[in-house]
């Protein structure tokens, strides 16, 4: 029973719960990376998956759903850009007002489209991709994060734009002396966050779940954000994070039937993050700049 | 003196005012008539007597949750756990009820201290993680949250459950009528004010009004309060100045954990009298757009909670009369909410810039 | 081809309560080192920051080699062939040094960084202008003085031919400045423009071909850089002459505060100092060498590994700020306004910070308002702090009143010793002069002043003994009557040590 425990499956089980915290955690990267702290990945998540939904029950195609998806976590995250760079309002209460609009926004419109309350009608997911020669098959988006995976890692590290990412991120002034946008790099990383924390929620709905249901993402933005700070703001670090988080949602799922009761399960994903973030304690720092509204 | 006062209601005003500007465009767009949904919302709760009872009732955890966050956010932390804080409060005190009958003199402030203490001790949690190992609270009260609305959802559903319960939500039994909260209509309609029996606005209210009396005491001419205030301002100069940031982290969190745990006693004490799975709906949340439109002043916290107690009593009309689905409200305070901090920031940076060249 | 290679016409700039430039006209030579010098608050950043495109004049003409420009942000000024070294460098801490230096001027190959031809280039110019610096180190690894390096190194990247230096010897050592000096030079010979911003006398006068002097605002002066001497420039930039500090004779008391042996890994090897009645003991040293875990130790923000610390020859074993104040240790932190203050607080609030919880301020755990506010109207009164009331949040006040709170909050409580950080730092010549006599008097009345400042001007002034900290250790305690400027600039680097 051990040894079924441990198993192909449960890895690739893993895998599949990774993915909607890896994407939004590497959504944190970026903006983070840029020095705008971006706790309304959550809400984004939560509309990216409700975007999915929708494009995906109008036009019958769930690429369009992944665009809607998208779409939707960039205006939310435009909307926190706004307010945090040119406002330069605190992020935390920016965030958190987001998060609380996207939960009303999500379900308000779900109840005026689909008229249900709570839930959306089922619908398709994308069409797997079969590796090819054999029998197994993979959802089109867990490649496109492992290729977004491998894209944020050298971007963010080796490239010109990363380079003035992170110095917006690390030392914004100096940047600045040297001709760099400030305002326009901040504003680029919280709207790739946007997109990719959209991606993240359109997997949780379409891939996933099948179905759009109220506040479905139940955290998961803020687990995410705990992934980023374990990977020490890297996209590698990352999902490495969030494959253990996955792992551990797996391995919960597994726990169910076991005896304990289900809320105790439930609880371990939220106790686990909590352990990880006192664990990281003194060994991973933030960006020196994060957080922080750059004023001239 | 009125100027300052003017100026410092400007903000939240306009704020509102432009947030309802935004709901009237998309209720246009549904199809409604803005100007008719906004009187299905407020005409219910501002024309009728009873209809002020269902708003203060509303506005009575409003004003616990609202006070919670604005003590924290003086002490420089971010409480986002105080939707955790009401269910652990609220459950410590609903143990209590059900568990010892006694007389109301004992009953009552007992259910107050269980609550307080237990959603304080919730908060020191977080508080703990923060001065120990400068864990972010943000992140950690929201999971804090997740596992309080987990653990009591598995003590409402298998300890504590109702023997025989019908309603398909669980509950608790009912509290000893020791520990239960009356409601006000008997002494209202003895001075006059014709409430129905139906309205559930209990003495809890009032305990709310004297909580932010003593709130604002205990930050203004206390020494406590100095160090709370001193910590969230700048923790370094505090160290100089002899105070401890750890003892006093930890201190905020229990105090804001407190408040947070008294939000429930309304329901649960004052209302139901019992405890209900999830009865909470977010009012820990709505606490933060309380205290912005507020301005973390206890004044304002009542005003703010009225504002939304009326939002949320004229919600259910609105859904009922018009096609206009009551989410909208949430949408409606998140809007409040960043268009209350927008302002506040372009005022407080003209006063500075108006004091500045006045030196 | 045009006379000067930059020329200013009637630059403006208002801040909010304050007229940073008015109207200044400057004219420099190209191939020139030209030095601008003032008091703080003269201007002289401000126009640096208009030149360089930072902030943008309310009015005014720059002309850059004899054309009109118009330099509304950094990189314009980098295109013209401007650059500046800031007083607070502007580098990015874990960046390496190559990374620092190709910010915001990247070369890539196929979207890329590119690492080694960058690095070539590099080399190139280091050996053209003499100056090395290692390219792979982040740095925050590095020396201030090697920063330094890194930041003229990244002017020289990008083709400047007019170098604007903010403060650059404020935090060197002399052996230091003299290197920087050589480089200077170096490169006026390869035909650059130097601007040379200080209030260093002794500085400018050694290397500047034209001095230009401003004071509040105004250009007040220009003079050739051979026929200047310090009087002149004095009584120009301050519009009075210098008064110099006479310490008067000292009667050395008791012993006071004793440090034995304390250690703190890795920055403080062992540490011994004995501080004494009536004396002012300065504690000399480059930055980094220790002094700031010294003074937080003593103050009690740090615990040492070892080390015992003596009262008055009595051992001292619980080390937090309030126990020390409760003996009677006063301090000045070295940041005003990040350590000493809450900005965000009134001047009362701020006054009692430190005691607020003894009584008459606080009853009872209630605070006791009137009396606060009596107290901070006497201190208000006695240290001539200006503010129209004592209920006005500490933000608004200028820099020198902010200092005179917390200067006032200390000495109110008459402590027996004053742990003294860079007190005047940032200050103009007025409230620095009235921080002296203060200090002064105290020691006169009996109080043991510890004074840690990096201006060795006021240190070889006001101490009676100068203790040098270098490498974690106390390398030598000096008597400031027998050494010069130089000498202790050896101590400082380690060159000699007793």
């Not at chain 2, 120990?132 to 409402?156: D, K, P, Q, S, W």
């Not at chain 2, 820990?284 to 206890?298: H, R, W």
């Not at chain 3, 500046?84 to 890329?112: A, Y």
């Amino acid at each position: 029973m051990i040894g079924g425990i441990l198993s192909l499956e449960l890895l690739v089980s893993a895998l599949r719960m990774s993915v909607p915290l890896t994407f939004a955690s590497l959504g944190g990267v970026f903006s983070e990376r840029g020095g705008v702290v971006n706790i309304a990945l959550e809400g984004i998540m939560l509309v990216g998956a409700f975007g999915a939904v929708v494009g995906t029950y109008f036009t019958n195609n769930p690429w369009i759903g992944l665009l809607t998806a998208m779409s939707f976590g960039f205006l939310i995250a435009l909307i926190h850009a706004v307010v945090s760079i040119t406002f330069r309002i605190n992020q935390i209460i920016s965030g958190t007002a987001l998060n609380i609009m996207s939960a009303g926004l999500t379900t308000f419109l779900s109840r005026l489209i689909f008229k249900a309350a709570g839930s959306s009608p089922h619908i398709e997911g994308m069409i797997q991709w079969r590796f090819p020669g054999t029998n197994w098959q993979i959802s089109p988006l867990i490649v496109i994060m492992f290729a977004v995976i491998i894209v944020s890692q050298i971007v963010i590290f080796k490239t010109r734009y990363g380079l003035r990412l992170r110095a917006c991120g690390e030392n914004p002034y100096a940047a600045d002396s040297l001709g760099v946008n400030v305002i326009r790099m901040r504003y680029s990383g919280v709207l790739i966050s946007g997109v990719l924390g959209g991606l993240g929620g359109a997997f949780l709905s379409l891939e996933h779940a099948r179905v759009f249901v109220e506040g479905m993402t139940t955290g998961r933005g803020f687990i995410a954000l705990a992934g980023m700070i374990f990977g020490r703001w890297t996209p590698l670090g990352s999902f490495s994070a969030c494959f253990l988080f996955g792992l551990a949602e797996a391995l919960r799922m597994r726990l169910e039937g076991f005896g304990i009761p289900t809320q105790f399960i439930q609880m371990i994903p939220y106790i686990v993050t909590m352990c990880v973030l006192i664990g990281v304690v003194g060994r991973a720092v933030a960006p020196a700049y994060d957080g922080i509204p750059f004023e001239k | 003196m009125l100027r300052r006062i003017l100026i410092s209601i400007l903000a939240p005003f306009l704020a509102v005012l432009l947030a309802f500007s935004v709901g009237a465009i998309v209720i246009y767009i549904l199809g409604e008539n803005p100007l008719y949904v906004y009187k299905i919302l407020l005409v219910n709760s501002v024309t009728k007597v009873d209809g002020w009872g269902y708003v203060l009732f509303n506005a009575t955890p409003l004003i616990f949750s609202g006070l919670a966050v604005a003590l924290a956010f003086k002490g420089g932390l971010f409480n986002i756990g105080v939707e955790g804080q009401i269910y652990i409060g609220a459950f410590a005190c609903a143990w209590f009820g059900i568990t010892f009958d006694v007389h109301p003199l004992i009953g009552i402030p007992v259910g107050l201290i269980f609550a307080m203490i237990f959603g304080g001790l919730w908060g020191v949690i977080a508080g703990y993680l923060k001065a120990r190992f400068g864990a972010h609270e943000v992140i950690n009260t929201i999971m804090l949250n997740f596992i309080a609305i987990a653990l009591t959802n598995y003590l409402v559903n298998n300890p504590f459950k109702e023997p025989g319960q019908i309603n398909p939500i669980p509950q608790t039994k009912e509290l000893f009528s020791g520990s239960i909260i009356p409601r006000v209509y008997p002494l209202f309609n003895r001075i006059g004010i014709n409430l129905s029996p139906s309205v559930p606005l209990n003495y809890t209210f009032f305990i709310a009004i004297f909580f932010c009396i003593l709130v604002w005491y205990f930050l203004e001419r206390t020494r406590w309060g100095y160090e709370i205030k001193a910590v969230g301002l700048n923790p370094r100069a505090s160290r100089y100045g002899g105070i401890n940031p750890n003892y006093i982290i930890i201190l905020t969190m229990f105090l804001s954990g407190a408040l947070g745990g008294l939000a429930g006693v309304n329901d649960v004490m004052g209302y139901r009298h019992r405890f209900l799975d999830g009865f909470s709906r977010g009012t820990g949340f709505t606490g933060i757009a309380v205290a912005l439109l507020g301005k973390n002043n206890p004044i304002g916290i009542v005003f703010a909670s009225i504002l939304f107690g009326i939002l949320d009593r004229g919600a259910l009309a609105m859904d009922v009369f018009t096609n206009t689905p009551r989410e909208l409200i949430r949408v409606i305070q998140a809007i409040i909410i960043i268009f209350v901090a927008i302002g506040n920031e372009f005022i407080f940076r003209l006063l500075q810039r108006l004091e500045r060249e006045s030196e | 081809m045009a006379e000067y290679i930059l020329e200013t016409r009637g630059i403006t700039k208002h801040f909010p309560g304050v007229l940073a430039n008015d109207s200044v006209d400057i004219k420099i030579r190209e191939g020139e080192i030209h030095s601008i010098i003032g008091e703080n608050g003269a201007g002289k950043t401000t126009l640096m920051n208009i030149i360089y495109g930072i902030i943008r004049p309310d009015r005014g003409e720059i002309f850059y080699k004899g054309k009109k420009v118009e330099i509304s942000n950094p990189s314009v000024a980098i295109k013209l062939g401007i650059g500046m070294v800031h007083q607070h460098f502007m580098l990015v801490p874990p960046f390496t040094v190559w990374e620092n230096i190709i910010l915001g001027r990247e070369v890539t190959k196929r979207g890329i960084l590119d690492k080694d031809s960058v690095c070539s280039e590099l080399k190139r110019l280091m050996k053209d202008y003499g100056l090395s610096v290692p390219l792979d180190e982040k740095v925050e690894d590095l020396s201030v003085g090697i920063c330094q390096k890194v930041e003229l190194i990244k002017l020289l990247y990008r083709g400047a031919e007019l170098l604007i230096l903010d403060e650059p010897t404020a935090l060197l050592v002399p052996q230091e400045t003299e290197e920087l000096f050589e480089i200077l030079d170096n490169l006026k010979r390869q035909g650059k423009t130097i601007i040379f911003i200080s209030h260093k006398l002794k500085e400018v006068l050694r290397i500047s071909d034209r001095i230009t002097v401003m004071r509040r605002g105004k250009v007040v002066g220009e003079l050739d850089g051979k026929e200047a001497d310090e009087e002149t420039l004095a009584r120009l930039m301050i519009g009075k002459t210098l008064e110099s500090q006479k310490l008067e004779t000292y009667e050395r008391g008791e012993e006071t505060l004793r440090l034995e042996g304390i250690r703190l890994p890795p920055r403080l090897k062992n540490i011994n100092l004995t501080l004494y009645k009536g004396e002012i003991l300065g504690l000399a040293g480059i930055e980094g060498n220790g002094q700031r875990e010294l003074l937080e130790i003593i103050t009690g923000l740090l615990i040492p590994e070892s080390g015992r610390i003596f009262y008055k020859n009595r051992e001292l074993k619980h080390l937090d700020p309030r126990t020390l104040r409760e003996i009677g240790i006063g301090f000045i932190p070295e940041d005003r306004q990040r350590t000493g203050l809450i900005l965000d607080f009134t001047v009362a609030e701020n006054i009692i910070l430190g005691r607020h919880y003894k009584e008459p301020y606080t009853v009872r755990g209630r605070l006791n308002l009137p009396v606060i506010k009596k107290t901070a109207t006497d201190i208000v009164k006695e240290y001539d702090i200006r503010t129209s009331t004592v209920d006005k949040y500490v933000r608004f006040l200028s820099g020198g009143n902010q200092q005179k709170v917390i200067l006032g909050r200390e000495f109110y409580s008459q402590p027996e010793i004053l742990i003294a950080s860079q007190p005047t730092r940032g200050l103009d010549i007025g409230a620095t002069e009235m921080i002296h006599k203060l200090l002064l008097s105290a020691r006169k009345k009996g109080m043991s002043i510890l004074l840690y400042s990096s201006d060795l001007d006021e240190i070889m002034t006001l101490s009676d003994r100068i203790a040098v900290i270098y490498n974690g250790e106390i390398v030598g305690v000096l008597s400031p009557k027998e050494i010069d400027e130089t000498t202790l600039g050896l101590y400082m680097t380690g060159a000699r040590k007793d």
